[in-house]
């Protein structure tokens, strides 16, 4: 029986594997995935493939895992839709339902095949046993209970589905930022990774920022300007493009920056190259005002994280390993009772 040490010592030594990849090897790994996904570029998966590795270092991994109980009253098979958004977004389900002892039937993102067959590979070349504990498919009907990621549509779909089991739905969520005027350049800056990361497609991205009224963008787009080389991604240049092309054409207000929008508007989720901001008079009334869009944020950002509840500028996306998508804590989930 492959015990807990066992599971945690295999993945360990992948996260030491991730952190001692070469460049060759990144660079035949990128390769293989931006040509199934032209989003996945060097630059993400490189910085994909370190945000595991940073995920699995010891003590952390295990001082985290030792919050929940070593293994399961009896192993389930728990059946996860996968994202595939950002570049191994999927990996954090499989640590969680491995880690607690269950078996893991996989409906892998096809926009994120390539990385996580990868890693799976490798998981199971320094661990052979979890190779019968890991399974791809495409139907998830043998499942004793579901975990999945989606819009807010395909969550009802999901809702509807999964209801007669045990099931853990995520839905749309993005990232909101802070800013006061009175945010250093250096600190701007940082908030630029917060936004352009990922080019926009994580749920820990910045897709709209609250400003005070009369709030100067200039500084903030000056300090922007070094993550003009997005515009080298065709992807990214032809979103660029045609919300431009809209914006122009309707006559909305807006800033642009030559390689990003700027819009006032109420919605939280932005297009790709697209920010939108709204106006607050009082920090008491926008604290209210984010209290009550709790279910909606994924991630609070300001300068050094000085509003309640917020990560500095550039941390969006380093989460830490406790950090679980939605605030739903996926192994308190998984090492309950499962049974129908």
Request: net charge negative; aromatic share 10%; glycine share 6%.
């Amino acid at each position: 029986m492959l015990n807990h040490s066992a599971r945690l010592a295999a993945f360990a030594a992948l996260g030491r594997r991730l952190a001692a990849l070469t460049e060759a090897e990144i660079d035949d790994l990128a390769a293989l995935a931006r040509n199934r996904n032209a989003w996945f570029d060097r630059p993400n998966v490189a910085r994909a493939l370190a945000g595991v590795a940073f995920l699995l270092q010891e003590p952390t991994l295990g001082h985290w895992a030792a919050r929940y109980p070593a293994e399961p009253a009896a192993p389930r098979q728990i059946g996860v839709v996968m994202a595939g958004n950002i570049p191994l977004v999927g990996f954090h389900d499989l640590l969680c339902v491995l880690l607690s002892g269950h078996i893991l039937l996989a409906k892998l993102s096809q926009d994120d095949t390539v990385l996580m067959r990868w890693l799976i590979g490798e998981l199971t070349s320094i661990e052979p046993a979890l190779a019968e504990r890991i399974q791809l498919v495409e139907r998830l009907n043998a499942a004793d209970a579901f975990i999945a990621t989606g819009s807010n549509n395909t969550a009802r779909y999901f809702e509807y589905y999964f209801r007669t089991r045990p099931h853990l739905i995520r839905r749309n969520r993005t990232s909101l930022a802070i800013l006061t005027g009175a945010e250093s350049a250096e600190e701007l800056a940082l908030l630029g990774v917060d936004i352009f990361q990922y080019y926009g497609l994580g749920c820990r991205n910045v897709s709209k920022l609250y400003v005070p009224q009369g709030y100067d963008f200039v500084p903030l787009l000056d300090a922007l300007q070094p993550w003009q080389h997005v515009l080298n991604h065709h992807k990214y240049q032809n979103n660029y493009d045609y919300n431009k092309s809209i914006m122009l054409v309707n006559a909305v207000p807006h800033f642009d920056s030559g390689f990003l929008l700027l819009t006032e508007s109420a919605a939280l989720v932005s297009p790709i190259s697209v920010l939108h901001y709204g106006f607050y008079s009082q920090e008491i009334d926008l604290a209210d005002q984010l209290t009550d869009l709790a279910t909606q944020t994924q991630c609070l950002v300001s300068a050094s994280g000085r509003f309640a509840g917020s990560v500095p500028f550039g941390r969006a996306q380093q989460p830490a390993i406790g950090d679980y998508a939605d605030g739903v804590d996926t192994m308190q989930f998984l090492t309950a009772d499962l049974s129908d």
